[in-house]
């Protein structure tokens, strides 16, 4: 028979995502200063190699034209373009922080109304106040819920709501051990609860509450739909937080790249032109040649920090577009057809 999660997605983000793993490493789980590095090399690397590829002679073109002089001008401007950029990212995640003192008195409200809620459904007359543990909390509800949950299917001898009990104990397991060894500040926070499928979890609880459920059953459905739901909201909160925390540390990391690029572009600008200076050969290649492509490499670290870390903050925000039991992947229905949902 399969399990309750098969109707509606696996329970980690890796078997519920139709990737290889080095692309899911690529995107989500690698530190992004490592995926800049490895795609500055690649940049390096490849400008050395085209260059004997096509086999031009890089000192004689700049002594007859301005090639260098061309393309650090581009670059120039790129690397001011980026840092206007990263100065509207900062006014961006500023601007949330920025209000009247009646909106920041509702802000707190709001906060603290949802951490009481969260208090009825953990059984504490305190939350943590750290986001992991106060994830983690959560999920370890889910887990004591679903063990109740386990004893009710029991008595009813009804195998699938065993089953979803069992996937239930042993996701809420899993991603509370994950909650527990991360920080916030790190996205191990974040995408231990992106492994929490809770949204297919709350459709699967309410389709086998409706299901002529006992009186038992019935009453563990609901207490694990109410947590579930709970979940929903704080999961986007703490993923709110991250991504102002990644763009506050991406406009830092251009702020920093972008004096060293600037400098190299306009050196090569005005001194490019002096080859006489580079003389010689490294491994076959002209001196030139490494110089250039360097400094090209250098020019663009701006870019390609902006890249990667983009590139997670995109990943997460697509898997997490909704919120509540509205699935957005290939799923099976409820009545068995296959169907891609947008």
């Known amino acids: 028979m399969p399990t309750a999660d098969s109707d509606v997605g696996a329970g980690t983000m890796r078997e519920r995502a139709d990737e290889s793993r080095w692309k899911l490493w690529l995107l989500l789980g690698a530190d992004r200063r490592v995926v800049a590095a490895l795609a500055l090399l690649s940049v390096f690397l490849a400008l050395v190699a085209l260059s004997q590829v096509v086999g031009t002679d890089l000192r004689a073109a700049i002594g007859s034209s301005d090639p260098v002089e061309t393309l650090f001008q581009g670059l120039l401007t790129a690397i001011i373009t980026g840092v206007t950029l990263v100065v509207t990212l900062s006014q961006l995640v500023l601007s949330?922080?920025?209000?009247?003192?009646g909106d920041q008195r509702e802000?707190?409200?709001g906060?603290?109304?949802?951490?009481?809620?969260v208090e009825s459904v953990i059984d504490s007359d305190v939350t943590p106040p750290d986001p992991a543990s106060f994830l983690r909390s959560l999920v370890a509800a889910v887990g004591r819920q679903a063990a109740t949950l386990q004893t009710a299917a029991e008595g009813s001898g009804d195998e699938r709501l065993r089953s979803f009990a069992d996937d239930l104990v042993a996701d809420a397991d899993a991603v509370g051990d994950d909650l527990e060894a991360s920080q916030f500040g790190t996205f191990e926070v974040v995408f231990a609860a992106l492994n929490f499928n809770y949204a297919s979890k709350i459709y699967e609880a309410r389709r086998l509450r409706a299901a002529d459920a006992t009186d038992d059953a019935a009453g563990a459905l609901d207490d694990l739909v109410e947590t579930l739901t709970l979940f929903g909201p704080a999961r986007e909160?703490?993923?709110t937080l991250y991504f102002q925390w990644e763009l506050i540390e991406l406009s830092r990391a251009i702020a920093y790249a972008a004096v060293p690029a600037l400098i190299v572009s306009a050196g090569m600008i005005l001194y490019g032109g002096q080859t006489a200076v580079v003389q010689g050969g490294v491994l076959g290649v002209d001196s030139v040649v490494w110089l250039v492509s360097a400094a090209t490499t250098v020019?663009?670290?701006?870019?390609v920090l902006l890249l990667a870390y983009i590139l997670r903050i995109v990943t997460v925000a697509k898997r997490t577009l909704s919120i509540g039991p509205l699935v957005l992947r290939d799923t099976v229905h409820s009545g068995g057809d296959e169907n891609q949902e947008a």
């Open 237 to 239: 909160h703490v993923k």
């Open 107 to 109: 802000r707190m409200d």
């Open 111 to 117: 906060a603290m109304s949802f951490r009481r809620s």
């Open 96 to 101: 949330q922080e920025l209000g009247a003192l």
């Open 299 to 303: 020019a663009l670290v701006p870019f």
